[in-house]
């Protein structure tokens, strides 16, 4: 690896250094703090920075969100305890979804085999419904389908079918997801 042959090619952060400066010394700050643990607050704030955010969603303390302007949320979503957007490419979240503490949605990544290590970007899109379990990761380029679920400390290196239930690293399909009626 040659890291002095390194450039982010075409990338670009999508904001202005003034809107990246406040996002970093104060937006930042004000999502991730534990001392304003009220959601509605951290929902105005990341809205300020170009963020779409739904209805009834809910922020707990210590999400690190990397560029909020890169993010679309939808209705009644959860995102846990010290869950991390690292949005390089934009990150997609539909209604309903649960994206448990520790998740770390990761959208960029290097090319390991080329010498200038070259940056390499995707999207993340979670369809409704899916949850993301406590420690899972999510990788460049992938959707998770709708219903599905990511297990426990698991990794998406590749989309996810609709209703399937994976677990491991890289993550295989344990089993089809089954919904009983709501109460």
């Known amino acids: 690896?040659?890291?002095d042959l390194y450039?982010?090619?075409?990338?670009s952060p999508g904001a202005g250094l003034t809107t990246q400066?406040?996002?970093?010394?104060l937006g930042d700050f004000l999502v991730q703090t534990h001392l304003i643990p009220v959601s509605g607050f951290k929902v105005w704030v990341l809205r300020?920075?170009?963020a779409e955010i739904g209805e009834k969603v809910v922020i707990k303390p210590g999400v690190k969100i990397k560029f909020p302007w890169r993010l679309k949320v939808g209705d009644q979503v959860w995102l846990g305890e010290r869950c991390w957007i690292d949005n390089l490419a934009p990150v997609t979240i539909?209604?309903?979804v649960c994206v448990s503490q520790n998740v770390y949605l990761c959208?960029?990544?290097h090319d390991w085999s080329q010498?200038?290590?070259d940056l390499r970007l995707g999207e993340i899109y979670l369809e409704s419904g899916c949850w993301l379990a406590a420690n899972s990761t999510v990788g460049p380029g992938v959707r998770i389908g709708r219903g599905a679920v990511l297990t426990l400390g698991s990794a998406a290196l590749k989309s996810l079918e609709p209703m399937g239930i994976y677990s491991g690293n890289p993550c295989q399909k344990m089993k089809t997801r089954q919904i009983g009626a709501p109460p």
């Open 107 to 109: 959208t960029g990544n």
């Open 115 to 117: 010498p200038s290590f």
């Open 7 to 11: 450039s982010p090619g075409s990338y």
């Open 21 to 25: 400066l406040l996002w970093f010394y």
């Open 94 to 96: 539909e209604s309903q």
């Open 1 to 3: 690896m040659r890291l």
């Open 48 to 50: 300020r920075f170009g």
